[in-house]
Nanobody, 124 residues
Framework: QVQLVESGGGLVQAGGSLRLSCAASGRTFSRYVMSWFRQAPGKEREFVTGVSRSGRSTNYADSVEGRFTISRDNAKNTVYLQMNSLKPEDTAVYYC?????????????????WGQGTQVTVSS
């Protein structure tokens, strides 16, 4: 079992930055690929970015490539999402998720554990 708790969301102006964190319980954090998803009002939840178990491999949605950076610290059981140059269309609830699959995957059904989400609101 893995429990995930996100933090760091909030209200920011367009062009600003936020850093989200996702803390995981348990001793097996390094065995999981970690990803961030988001769900905007009235839209389906979508993949944002993911990082391999070692942290050496990452994958980004086209919409955030070059603006967002995912990283992880396996010693601290934490994954981060640095979001720069934020846009109003980045407004959403952001979720971290963990999968035992050995590579970063974008399909939600492949993820075994989910956090409760943290709200990010970008004002224009």
């Amino acid at each position: 079992q893995v429990q995930l708790v996100e933090s760091g969301g909030g209200l920011v102006q367009a062009g600003g930055s936020l850093r989200l964190s996702c803390a995981a319980s348990g001793r097996t954090f390094s065995r999981y690929v970690m990803s961030w998803f988001r769900q905007a009002p009235g839209k389906e939840r979508e993949f944002v970015t993911g990082v391999s178990r070692s942290g050496r491999s990452t994958n980004y949605a086209d919409s955030v490539e070059g603006r967002f950076t995912i990283s992880r610290d396996n010693a601290k059981n934490t994954v981060y999402l640095q979001m720069n140059s934020l846009k109003p269309e980045d407004t959403a609830v952001y979720y971290c998720a963990a999968t035992g699959i050995v590579m970063v995957v974008t399909r939600q059904r492949e993820y075994d554990y989910w956090g409760q989400g943290t709200q990010v609101t970008v004002s224009s």
